[in-house]
Nanobody
Framework: QGQFVESGGGLVQTGGSLRLSCAASGHTLSRYTMGWFRQAPGEERLFVAASASIGSSTQYTESVKGRFTISRDNAKNTLYLQMNSLKPEDTAVYYC?????????????????WGQGTQVTVSS
């Protein structure tokens, strides 16, 4: 059974940076449209960014545009989320997710596979 494993979370001050990784094992990353979602305490899990399996299309939620960058290294079977200019409102557990749908999807229900999550905490 394959899995996706996130890493790279941590505690950072406002304005700082983190790079999250999502390593795929037992799956070929290039087959999947990959997404990053986040969930703050007591909140629903929300779309952050995604990278389509076909072409180089990416999408971001409005609040992270210009600060976050999603990328993938299919040779390393790894997805990344570079997060710059972090704000306290970015604090959440971040999840990577995978779908065989070739288009970028924003709903959690459209993704089949999920990682276990990595905590990002931004202090003010």
């Amino acid at each position: 059974q394959g899995q996706f494993v996130e890493s790279g979370g941590g505690l950072v001050q406002t304005g700082g940076s983190l790079r999250l990784s999502c390593a795929a094992s037992g799956h070929t990353l290039s087959r999947y449209t990959m997404g990053w979602f986040r969930q703050a305490p007591g909140e629903e899990r929300l779309f952050v960014a995604a990278s389509a399996s076909i072409g180089s299309s990416t999408q971001y939620t409005e609040s992270v545009k210009g600060r976050f960058t999603i990328s993938r290294d299919n040779a390393k079977n790894t997805l990344y989320l570079q997060m710059n200019s972090l704000k306290p409102e970015d604090t959440a557990v971040y999840y990577c997710a995978a779908t065989l749908l070739p288009l970028i999807m924003h709903a959690t229900a459209d993704y089949t596979y999920w990682g276990q999550g990595t905590q990002v905490t931004v202090s003010s």
